[in-house]
């Protein structure tokens, strides 16, 4: 039983510290036009529950970052580190999807 609260908690505390990115500078232009707390108790929740919790996280981040855009607010707050930059060209896409044989 040990294994499996360690494990929670060490999602809860994966969650609680990635999610922040929503509280924090990266959105704060955002922040003054779409208040963030939900968005954020949502990304934990999601981050928690869902089975990838790193892949979850970072679809929860985006959907804020749209809801921001929308709003106007443009964020760029992918990194290499960080729900990761895609450094695939349009080329290299098409060959990807639209020719996968």
């Not at 443009?74 to 060209?89: G, P, Y």
Request: charged share 20%; with cysteine; proline share 4%.
């Amino acid at each position: 039983m040990l294994p499996v609260i360690l494990m929670l908690f060490s999602a809860a505390n994966f969650a609680t510290t990635e999610c922040e990115i929503i509280l924090g500078e990266t959105f704060k232009a955002c922040h003054r036009e779409i208040f963030p707390d939900p968005y954020y108790e949502q990304c934990r929740f999601d981050t928690c529950a869902c089975s990838d919790g790193e892949n979850c996280m970072c679809y929860a981040v985006a959907h804020y970052a749209r809801v921001c855009s929308r709003a106007g607010f443009v964020i760029n707050w992918r990194t290499e580190s960080f729900c990761r930059k895609c450094k695939c060209t349009l080329a290299a896409m098409l060959v990807k999807y639209a020719f996968p044989f």
